[in-house]
């Protein structure tokens, strides 16, 4: 009898254990859209404001560097906000951690998905082609799918799965 009960607690054990990650994956997927599509967002705003000011001659190619500088600038004003409000909401479903893997993630998706926004109308431009073919689903594919990879990266590091 005695092994029976040692086998059923290492069972239980495991059966805790796996639970536990399945939980914290489903916690992680529940911030999945919020997350890729404030990147999404971001991508798409800057994007229209790039296409605008090229269209319009407010913009050239050698003002990219100092645009670039002035967008990061404004996505990281951004992005901390975003990242305050939802680090406030993954500290409630999943504790300090998954609130530290929300709100690192959205600054860093905010980010990349304003810089891509940017980039991307001044690419097609530069290839003499019509910058407003950027404005559409390929920046916010491009930005969904990098802030898939970042999420996911970011949340293995920190919770170590």
């Known amino acids: 009898m005695p092994r029976f009960y040692t086998a059923g607690g290492r069972m239980e054990c495991q059966d805790r254990s796996g639970a536990s990650i399945r939980a914290l994956y489903i916690v992680l997927v529940f911030f999945l859209p919020l997350l890729v599509d404030s990147g999404g967002n971001a991508g798409a705003q800057s994007a229209t404001l790039m296409v605008r000011a090229l269209a319009t001659g407010d913009v050239v190619m050698k003002d990219w560097l100092r645009l670039l500088w002035r967008e990061c600038s404004v996505a990281l ?82 919770l170590g799965l």
């Open 77 to 158: 004003a951004l992005g901390v906000t975003m990242a305050v409000a939802v680090a406030l909401l993954g500290a409630m479903r999943g504790g300090w951690n998954v609130s530290m893997v929300v709100a690192s993630s959205m600054l860093i998706i905010v980010l990349i998905g304003s810089l891509i926004g940017m980039s991307l109308p001044f690419l097609f431009s530069r290839l003499r082609m019509d910058p407003a073919v950027a404005s559409g689903p390929l920046i916010t594919s491009i930005a969904d799918a990098a802030g898939v990879l970042v999420y996911f990266g970011i949340a293995s590091v920190i």
